[in-house]
């Protein structure tokens, strides 16, 4: 899919396209989107600018040189994108933004939200986006505040998840099979926020080389106070990324407290296991010692011997249980 958008009044509107073979003229088109674009919706638009737009395959190269690069006056740049993070299924995309002094072309295949949020700004001011490196340096604060609103989303539910591992009393009668399913949700959960800092840490890193790079190539012919505001990116990014880092290492160690909370309630069931193996020990004994039935035994024909041996066991249990207690071994 292609979209076109160029100005009607000096205000910034979609136009209107019967066909891919019917395509505007370059001079009527400021912002040309594609999305999920067909190889006959690129040949389109490479005719209509005179431009060369990277693959699918190129979009994916990690290399600077392959995200960041000028051809033919153009600046293509290419960003890491997080989808789906209001979902809870986030997964990274790349977009591509071919910016000359007239023309800007994004080329996607997912659909993130600051491309969303864009569009139903622009439509409440459409005489502010009037030109290509406005409309770009706009679609990147939306993509940064987007950055920003998820990694306030993950600090919430760090929160959370603190205040229920550290905070809320844990009630008595809870049985242990159910905390220890809490305490693996909980890990899944840390789990899903962890790839989803992530996924914000490489775009991030993408938005902090395309800022000075944008900046030192098309510095010369950046209008309406963009420079200035190519300036605020850079500072916002540099602290969205001190605070990434921070939300890192803080699912570090939630994820090492709640390890360690399920290897303590594992431990506490060994441990009534390994204290029942010794209560039962010295019964045991006693009751093995009486069971051989040698002819040498006082105690097999003496009429209160069974009573004695079954004393003899109980006490012997009675007495473990009274020392562990006291110890506080129990």
């Excluded at 389109?44 to 051809?71: D, H, K, W």
């Excluded at 540099?238 to 605070?243: G, N």
Aim: hydrophobic residues 45%; contains cysteine; glycine residues 6%.
């Amino acid at each position: 899919m292609v979209r076109f958008y160029g100005l009607r009044q000096n205000r910034l509107a979609r136009l209107e396209q019967a066909s891919v073979s019917r395509v505007p003229k370059p001079d009527d088109v400021v912002w040309i989107d594609l999305f999920e674009p067909s190889p006959e919706d690129k040949q389109a638009v490479e005719t209509l600018l005179g431009l060369e737009i990277p693959t699918r395959q190129e979009m994916a190269e990690i290399e600077e040189s392959a995200r960041l690069y000028e051809e033919n006056g153009a600046l293509v740049m290419t960003a890491v994108v997080i989808c789906g993070a209001g979902e809870g299924r986030p997964f990274r995309t790349q977009v591509t933004f071919v910016l000359t002094r007239t023309h800007l072309v994004s080329l996607r295949y997912a659909d993130p939200a600051p491309f969303r949020t864009f569009e139903a700004r622009f439509q409440r001011q459409p005489e502010v986006y009037v030109t290509s490196d406005r409309i770009f340096v706009s679609l990147l604060e939306s993509i940064v505040e987007r950055a920003a609103d998820v990694l306030e989303l993950v600090a919430a539910d760090l929160n959370e998840v603190s205040t229920r591992l550290f905070i809320e009393e844990e009630p008595q009668h809870r049985r242990s099979k159910s905390i220890e399913d809490e305490l693996q949700a909980l890990i899944r959960r840390l789990g899903r926020k962890n790839m989803m800092v992530s996924i914000l840490r490489e775009s991030l890193l993408s938005l902090s080389r395309l800022v000075p790079f944008l900046r030192q190539g098309a510095g010369d012919w950046l209008t309406n106070g963009n420079p200035a505001r190519l300036k605020q990116l850079d500072r916002d990014l540099r602290s969205l990324t001190a605070y990434e880092g921070q939300l890192s290492s803080e699912i570090v160690y939630l994820h090492d407290a709640t390890l360690g909370l399920i290897n303590l309630d594992q431990n506490r069931i060994i441990k009534v296991f390994s204290v029942a193996a010794v209560l039962f020990l010295p019964p045991t004994v006693v009751g093995t010692i009486y069971g051989m039935n040698f002819e040498s035994m006082p105690e097999l024909k003496w009429f209160f011997g069974y009573p004695f041996a079954l004393g003899l066991m109980i006490l012997s249990a009675v007495l473990p249980y009274h020392w562990f207690k006291r110890k506080g071994w129990l």
